[in-house]
């Protein structure tokens, strides 16, 4: 899902100085709170607020196209590029970086498009069919057929106590929702063209889409497929590279080949106190854990009264069917040289990270909306070495 990462070709400069630097994906954790970078000698993780590189891991030869973290412990899934590179793109590695040792490999017959982490299952997509096995046995769970998926589309819960995933189903613009703590599946059209991008809320209840012909976005329920919320990027076709949803629900996030982050206002809210989600999954010291608190509590509809004790009770036709499409709340202006992917950081900041090495931080205001301030502007492939530096 290019929400979540995207391969590209940025050159910098090796840090042994012998070789040229690329950089070939960018990936969020789930909760935002850093990213990391694959590059064509390991990856890189780093920390978002404050801004800081915090640790890197250098191949021999090689490097990796998807280097997908969990929250901030200590397990990753690595693939390989395919060019020089020690790992094939059709292996996965899931990597310990506390032991620093590889606990598990994954063969597949064809190209590993994306892979996805969650606190007891990880989900292996490849182009027409997605893997989901359980993390502390490795037993295969389910397999789920999808229409053509280059981009790996699949996006995942991450609440701890639900378990919902969305992806491409096996037509043109149709969405496959998989709740399996509740056993059931639902199929539903999300557009006429194929889709693009998408994200679920952090309780797998809300699904933001959008298709290839990039102008509009929509939000539905992913109990029953009924849709809530569309909402207008332009009028003109563009790439939508990612999609972010803000942890209360009040905003939704996009950013396309436009060179413009939108901020949209949603129509559903959280009510009701956060609660804090466990995600450190292995215990013990690590180089980046931390407690997480973006767990989704109570969605409600606006101008209704809560119910803490029913989270789904929205979702039995309170909300309208479809309203209006409406154009976005704020902005923020990029190059459009290079693939940007924007995340919700904290106090109503939005942070991005490009395929050209930089990492913009920017903020709105919730009231009037406008123009986004921009607060920093960092080219972290060019910053000194992190905190460790470890051969793998």
Known sequence: MLGDQEESSEVGVDPNGNNELELHSVFWNQDYSCF???????????????????????LGIGGFKIVEMLFRCNILALVGTGTNSLYPPNKVLIWDDYKSECIGEFSFRSEVRAVKLKREHFIVVLEHKIYVYTLKDVKLLDQIETVANPRGLCCLSHHVNTFVLACPGVQRGQVHIEHFGLNMKKLFNA?????????????????????????????????????????RRGVDRAEIFSLALSPNVQWLAAASDKGTVHVFSLRVRVAGPDSSSDTNVIQGPT???????NSIDTLVPLNTGSNPS????????????????????????????TQFIAAFGSQNTIIIAGMDGSFYKCSFDPVRGGQMLQQECIQFLKMEIGADRIDL
Not at 287 to 292: G, I, L, R, T, V
Not at 312 to 337: D, N
Request: charged share 15%; with cysteine; proline share 4%.
């Open 36 to 58: 990391a970078a694959g590059t064509s000698c390991g990856f890189r993780i780093y920390n978002c607020d404050p801004f800081k590189e915090t640790f890197r891991r250098e």
């Open 191 to 231: 557009h006429d063209s194929h889709i693009a991008c998408m994200t679920l809320t952090m309780d797998g209840l809300l699904l933001a889409t959008a298709s290839t012909k990039g102008t509009l976005i929509r939000i539905f329920n992913t109990l029953d497929g009924t849709l809530l919320q569309e909402v």
């Open 287 to 293: 180089p980046f854990q931390q407690n997480s608190s």
């Open 310 to 337: 029913s989270s789904l009770s929205f979702m039995r036709g309170v909300l309208p069917r479809y309203f209006s499409s409406e154009w976005s709340f704020a902005q923020f202006h990029l190059p459009e040289v």
